[in-house]
């Protein structure tokens, strides 16, 4: 008796790489039982593909050597797949050990005859020890187990389970940065989920690109930073087709829309972007899981942020390439790649709607000082929104230092006194802060605003931590005094090189 699979849009099993499989299993064949030896032949098919390359075996009735196109798992599949071709006994020939057929390349399943419950979607019947090439991220025990870790004694899975997670390769987003492998699944109710993937991922991905097969506005070696890429490059389509809807005419990115619950006829939807990040050794190591539940409100700042770039007084011409500049900028060459550390930092902070100042700090003093140029024109006014609207600042606040850091600037620009500046961003307590800017008024003439003196209960500045109030200053008067006051850019900003990291 074959094994059947039941597939039904409303039979989710909570598992982001299974329920990826099962959107694809569903939009390739359709609800309804299926044949599983036929779905995995089929998948088998489709995840093995030629290389090109020429290899040779012995035909035996023929009794003659003949050619065949050799073929392998597709990559990045064959990082996780690693079982090889199989082929007949092989022989010598004229010195040469030669198999006497083509290699074929075969998954063999072993179902276990006792019905048991599958681990993840509890359905009672036949299942297997879940194996690497079903479901990379849980494999044999005290290996490694990411989602199911508390799983000591392994993972069974049902066929219909183990087809979902042999579907899965063809339905994950990927992007290679020359060792580390960043994998993201979007995960949310089955038939929404079902709908991502048919009217916005689909015609979204990329086909034979050897980096990856979807876009990124940036990305590297770290996973927050080709996160941050990820969304940046999805969210600039949708807002590009949300503009087009006013048109009447409607693309891949209105059921991304209504997903993330930006239409108010719908209810937000649970969507989560889950990445996992990883290295290729003998095969796929992850090393990271994030889940990323808040789209809808980084959508939402992603929106704010454009908005102040296009009220700046003096605009960019494309506001959506403005803010890819200013958020990917944060990396350094180095023996002839990059280090994007500080873009990492940064991309972790925004995507965890925490403080990333202190790291936008680091990156001004330590990398941009040192090449005597200022931030991305845009860069200040960016994180002076952002620091008003995630981290509550008040705009008056904001507005002193923003203007006295750009006298500062000038002063020490004027004078010589750069010191003072790594002075102001090295201050490790309250009593240095002070000192410096008590330094400032004596020796460069410069009058300090009252508000940053002013210190409340728990050493807070207008309600704002005393280091946040420092970052934010030295941000901007480093900025300024690296800008030279040139008219090429508000606040002594000016465009920055774009980078070769993507």
Same mark, same amino acid.
């Given at each position: 008796?074959?094994?059947?699979?039941?597939?039904?849009?409303?039979?989710?099993?909570?598992?982001?790489?299974?329920?990826?499989?099962?959107?694809?299993?569903?939009?390739?064949?359709?609800?309804?039982?299926?044949?599983?030896?036929?779905?995995?032949?089929?998948?088998?098919?489709? $995840?093995?593909?030629?290389?090109?390359?020429?290899?040779?075996?012995?035909?035996?009735?023929?009794?003659?050597?003949?050619?065949?196109?050799?073929?392998?798992?597709?990559?990045?599949?064959?990082?996780?797949?690693?079982?090889?071709?199989?082929?007949?006994?092989?022989?010598?020939?004229?010195?040469?050990?030669?198999?006497?057929?083509?290699? /074929?390349?075969?998954?063999?399943?072993?179902?276990?005859?006792?019905?048991?419950?599958?681990?993840?979607? &509890?359905?009672?019947?036949?299942?297997?020890?879940?194996?690497?090439?079903?479901?990379?991220? /849980?494999?044999?025990?005290?290996?490694?187990?990411?989602?199911?870790?508390? *799983?000591?004694?392994?993972? @069974?899975?049902?066929?219909?389970?183990?087809?979902?997670?042999? +579907?899965?390769?063809?339905?994950?987003?990927?992007?290679?940065?020359? &060792?580390?492998?960043?994998?993201? $699944?979007?995960?949310?109710?089955?038939?929404?989920?079902?709908?991502?993937?048919?009217?916005?991922?689909?015609?979204? =991905?990329?086909?034979?690109?050897?980096?990856? #097969?979807?876009?990124?506005?940036? @990305?590297?070696?770290?996973?927050?930073?080709?996160?941050?890429?990820?969304?940046?490059?999805?969210?600039?389509?949708?807002?590009?087709?949300?503009? *087009?809807?006013?048109?009447?005419?409607?693309?891949?990115?209105? +059921?991304?829309?209504?997903?993330?619950?930006?239409?108010?006829?719908?209810?937000?939807?649970?969507?989560?972007?889950?990445?996992?990040?990883?290295?290729?050794?003998?095969?796929?190591?992850?090393?990271?899981?994030? =889940?990323?539940?808040?789209?809808?409100?980084?959508?939402?700042?992603?929106?704010?942020?454009?908005?102040?770039? *296009?009220?700046?007084?003096?605009?960019?011409?494309?506001?959506?390439?403005?803010?890819?500049?200013?958020?990917?900028?944060?990396?350094?060459?180095?023996?002839?790649?990059?280090?994007?550390?500080?873009?990492?930092?940064?991309?972790?902070?925004?995507?965890?709607?925490?403080?990333?100042?202190?790291?936008?700090?680091?990156?001004?003093?330590?990398?941009?000082?040192?090449?005597?140029?200022?931030?991305?024109?845009?860069?200040?006014?960016?994180?002076?929104?952002?620091? @008003?609207?995630?981290?509550?600042?008040?705009?008056?606040?904001?507005?002193?230092?923003?203007?006295?850091?750009?006298?500062?600037?000038?002063?020490?620009?004027?004078?010589?006194?750069?010191?003072?500046?790594?002075?102001?961003? #090295?201050?490790? #307590?309250?009593?240095?802060?002070?000192?410096?800017?008590?330094?400032?008024?004596?020796?460069? &003439?410069?009058?300090?605003?009252?508000?940053?003196?002013?210190?409340?209960?728990?050493?807070?500045?207008?309600?704002?931590?005393?280091? =946040? /109030?420092?970052?934010?200053?030295?941000?901007?008067?480093? #900025?300024?005094?690296?800008?030279?006051?040139?008219? *090429? &850019?508000?606040?002594?900003?000016?465009?920055?090189?774009? @980078?070769?990291?993507?």
């Amino acid at each position: 008796m074959t094994l059947q699979v039941q597939l039904d849009p409303e039979a989710a099993t909570g598992d982001p790489w299974i329920d990826t499989g099962l959107a694809v299993l569903l939009e390739r064949y359709g609800p309804g039982e299926h044949d599983f030896e036929r779905l995995r032949r089929d998948l088998i098919d489709t $995840l093995v593909q030629p290389t090109g390359g020429e290899g040779e075996y012995w035909d035996p009735r023929a009794r003659q050597i003949r050619t065949y196109g050799k073929r392998n798992w597709i990559w990045p599949v064959s990082a996780f797949i690693r079982v090889a071709g199989k082929s007949e006994k092989k022989v010598d020939v004229e010195g040469r050990r030669l198999p006497t057929s083509p290699p /074929v390349f075969d998954l063999d399943p072993k179902f276990s005859k006792r019905p048991r419950p599958c681990d993840i979607c &509890g359905d009672e019947g036949p299942s297997m020890d879940a194996k690497m090439w079903a479901y990379p991220f /849980v494999v044999e025990p005290g290996k490694f187990g990411n989602f199911y870790s508390g *799983a000591k004694r392994g993972i @069974g899975m049902c066929p219909r389970c183990v087809a979902a997670g042999l +579907a899965a390769y063809l339905g994950m987003l990927w992007r290679y940065a020359g &060792g580390p492998l960043h994998l993201f $699944l979007f995960h949310t109710a089955l038939p929404e989920l079902c709908r991502l993937h048919r009217e916005a991922l689909a015609v979204f =991905r990329l086909e034979g690109e050897g980096s990856g #097969n979807i876009p990124v506005a940036f @990305g590297g070696p770290y996973p927050a930073e080709t996160v941050l890429g990820l969304l940046l490059e999805l969210f600039g389509r949708l807002r590009r087709e949300e503009e *087009a809807r006013a048109a009447a005419e409607r693309g891949a990115g209105e +059921a991304l829309a209504e997903l993330l619950g930006l239409r108010a006829a719908s209810p937000p939807a649970p969507l989560t972007l889950v990445a996992v990040s990883g290295q290729i050794q003998q095969a796929f190591r992850a090393g990271s899981v994030r =889940r990323h539940d808040r789209l809808e409100r980084t959508y939402r700042l992603y929106e704010r942020l454009l908005n102040t770039l *296009a009220a700046m007084p003096r605009p960019p011409d494309q506001p959506h390439a403005a803010l890819v500049r200013v958020l990917g900028q944060f990396w350094q060459r180095r023996n002839q790649g990059a280090e994007t550390i500080w873009r990492e930092q940064v991309a972790a902070a925004l995507l965890a709607e925490e403080d990333p100042l202190p790291h936008v700090e680091a990156f001004l003093f330590d990398v941009r000082a040192g090449e005597g140029r200022p931030l991305a024109y845009g860069t200040t006014h960016v994180f002076d929104a952002y620091a @008003g609207e995630v981290l509550g600042m008040e705009e008056r606040l904001r507005r002193i230092l923003a203007g006295f850091g750009h006298t500062l600037g000038r002063a020490v620009d004027a004078k010589n006194e750069q010191g003072l500046l790594y002075a102001l961003r #090295n201050a490790r #307590n309250l009593d240095d802060f002070l000192r410096v800017l008590n330094d400032v008024q004596f020796r460069l &003439g410069v009058t300090v605003p009252g508000t940053l003196v002013e210190v409340g209960e728990g050493e807070r500045i207008n309600g704002v931590p005393w280091q =946040r /109030v420092k970052t934010l200053l030295a941000i901007h008067a480093m #900025n300024a005094f690296l800008g030279g006051l040139r008219a *090429a &850019g508000a606040e002594g900003e000016e465009p920055a090189e774009e @980078g070769a990291v993507t």
